[in-house]
Antibody, heavy 122, light 105 residues
Framework: QVQLQESGPGLVKPSQTLSLTCTVSGDSTSNSLFYWYWIRQPAGRGLEYIGRIYTSGSTNYNPSLESRVTISIDTSKNQFSLTLSSVTAADTAVYYC??????????????WGQGTLVTVSS | DIQMTQSPSTLSASVGDRVTITCRASQHINRWLAWYQQRPGKAPNLLISKASNLESGVPSRFSGSGSGTEFTLTISSLQSDDFATYYCQAYSGFSFGQGTKLEIK
């Protein structure tokens, strides 16, 4: 059974960079059958796609965040990471990492981490 | 961008009721749609992929239908565990609906 666990600072100052890591167990980030995702959810609101990465390092980002987002993968540590630069209060949210199947027309999420709250505040 | 609109935003129902949630896409998306359930304080959980494919371990009282631009999630007989928020998600653009909160009447 795959498990995903987010980690990183819970408080980030405005204009700084948010950095989170997702550690995967029960599966491998080298697995060619899956993408690895970041999703976020502001308090009391809906879900927002941030981006995804494949084991090859190929990425896809939400166009509304693309200029500030980088997702990377470290298969030796079985982890993938998110950085979001120039954060504002609008970036305060629960951040989830997740897994989804690889392949055209298979863009959904079959396993999620528990989520981690990141607050942007001075 | 594809916009996904769910209705209703809130639904009040009782244990044993049959309920239906609707999700409309701003463009034709074939059957490329997923449904998730999210309980308070928890991560979403995948219920249905490709509009009607029930995921392993999901109770058979859940079903999905639709294609093109209109989709539905039906719960045939509500159980207490089902009171949660439900989201649809279009594969294209990874667009989520705004959610439907299913409340106890």
């Amino acid at each position: 059974q795959v498990q995903l666990q987010e980690s990183g600072p819970g408080l980030v100052k405005p204009s700084q960079t948010l950095s989170l890591t997702c550690t995967v167990s029960g599966d491998s980030t080298s697995n060619s059958l899956f993408y690895w995702y970041w999703i976020r959810q502001p308090a009391g609101r809906g879900l927002e796609y941030i981006g995804r990465i494949y084991t090859s390092g190929s990425t896809n980002y939400n166009p509304s965040l693309e200029s500030r987002v980088t997702i990377s993968i470290d298969t030796s540590k079985n982890q993938f990471s998110l950085t979001l630069s120039s954060v504002t209060a609008a970036d305060t949210a629960v951040y989830y990492c997740a897994r989804g199947p690889y392949g055209a027309y298979r863009y959904y999420l079959d396993n999620w981490g528990q989520g981690t709250l990141v607050t942007v505040s001075s | 961008d594809i916009q996904m609109t769910q209705s209703p935003s809130t639904l009040s129902a009782s244990v044993g009721d049959r309920v239906t949630i609707t999700c409309r896409a701003s463009q034709h998306i074939n059957r490329w749609l997923a449904w998730y359930q999210q309980r308070p304080g928890k991560a979403p959980n995948l219920l249905i992929s490709k509009a009607s494919n029930l995921e392993s371990g999901v109770p058979s009282r859940f079903s999905g239908s639709g294609s093109g631009t209109e989709f539905t999630l039906t719960i045939s007989s509500l159980q207490s565990d089902d009171f949660a928020t439900y989201y649809c998600q279009a594969y294209s653009g990874f667009s989520f609906g705004q959610g439907t909160k299913l409340e106890i009447k």
